[in-house]
C-alpha cells in the first residue's frame, strides 16, 4: 500500500530560525495536503497541492510539490512560538478516496 | 463553518467493555473516517465510510468495528475494550470531491 514518510519526527529550534519539513510518497500522488496539529488540539487544514512542481505561500509558510508528485515540504521562515505545533502530511493517491498521512514533524520554538 | 462533533472527550473504560464512540458532522459530507493517533506512529486510518452503509477497512481495522446509518453519523465500535485501545480518537469527514479533511476535537479513551 502507499507509504508517506515524513521525516524529521522533531525538530527544535531558536526563534527566528527557519524550519523544514519533508515528505516522500511511495507511490505518486494525486495531491498533497499539509495539517497543522497545535499541542492538545486537532489537526488543522493548511494547504493542498496539486499540480507538478506547484509552490504555494502562506505569509510565513511555503509549501512545495515535488515535479514527479512524490515529494512535498514545507518550510517557515523565521519561526514564531506561535508555529509551535505538529505538521503532517497526507498524500492522496490517483483513484484513491484515502489519505495517507507521515507521521508527522513535531516542531518546538524556544523564545 | 464545517462542524465534526464527537460526543465523548475524555472516556475511561473497563477491559472487555463494548465502547461507543460517536461522531457527527454537520455538512452533508459523503464521506468520513475515523482516525487513532498515538505518540511516534502519527495519524493510523482505522475505517472510513465513502457513504451511508457503506465502509472500508483501513490500516488498523482490527478490534474495532463501524456503522454509518445515517449520511452525517459515523460511529466507531470497540466490541471488547483491550489496555491497548487507549489512544486519542479522531473522527473527520469531507465531500467526495473535495478534497480537505476537516477533523473533530478528539476523544481521548483510556481502557484500564
Not at chain 1, 13 to 30: A, I, K, M, R, W
Not at chain 1, 38 to 54: A, D, N, T, W, Y
Not at chain 1, 95 to 111: A, E, H, M, R, W
Not at chain 2, 67 to 82: D, P, T
Amino acid at each position: 500500500g502507499q507509504q508517506v514518510m515524513q521525516i524529521p519526527q522533531y525538530q527544535h529550534v531558536q526563534e527566528g530560525e527557519d524550519f523544514t519539513t519533508y515528505c516522500n510518497s511511495s507511490t505518486t500522488l494525486s495531491n498533497i495536503q499539509w495539517y497543522k496539529q497545535r499541542p492538545g488540539g486537532h489537526p488543522v487544514f493548511l494547504i493542498q497541492l496539486v499540480k507538478s512542481g506547484e509552490v504555494k505561500k502562506q505569509k510565513r509558510l511555503t509549501f512545495q510539490f515535488g515535479e514527479a508528485k512524490k515529494n512535498s515540504s514545507l518550510h517557515i521562515t523565521a519561526t514564531q512560538t506561535t508555529d509551535v505545533g505538529t505538521y503532517f502530511c497526507a498524500g492522496q493517491g490517483a483513484g484513491s478516496y484515502q489519505l495517507t498521512f507521515g507521521k508527522g514533524t513535531k516542531l518546538s520554538v524556544i523564545p | 463553518d464545517v462542524k465534526v462533533t464527537q460526543s465523548s472527550r475524555y472516556l475511561v473504560k473497563r477491559t472487555g467493555e463494548k465502547v461507543f464512540l460517536e461522531c457527527v458532522q454537520d455538512m452533508d459530507h459523503e464521506n468520513m473516517f475515523w482516525y487513532r493517533q498515538d505518540p511516534g506512529l502519527g495519524l493510523r486510518l482505522i475505517y472510513f465510510s465513502y457513504d451511508v452503509k457503506m465502509k472500508e477497512k483501513g490500516d488498523i481495522p482490527e478490534g474495532y468495528s463501524v456503522s454509518r446509518e445515517k449520511k452525517e453519523r459515523f460511529s466507531l465500535i470497540l466490541e471488547s475494550a483491550s489496555t491497548n485501545q487507549t489512544s486519542m480518537y479522531l473522527c473527520a469527514s469531507r465531500w467526495t470531491f473535495g478534497n480537505t479533511i476537516y477533523f473533530g476535537e478528539g476523544s481521548w479513551l483510556t481502557v484500564v
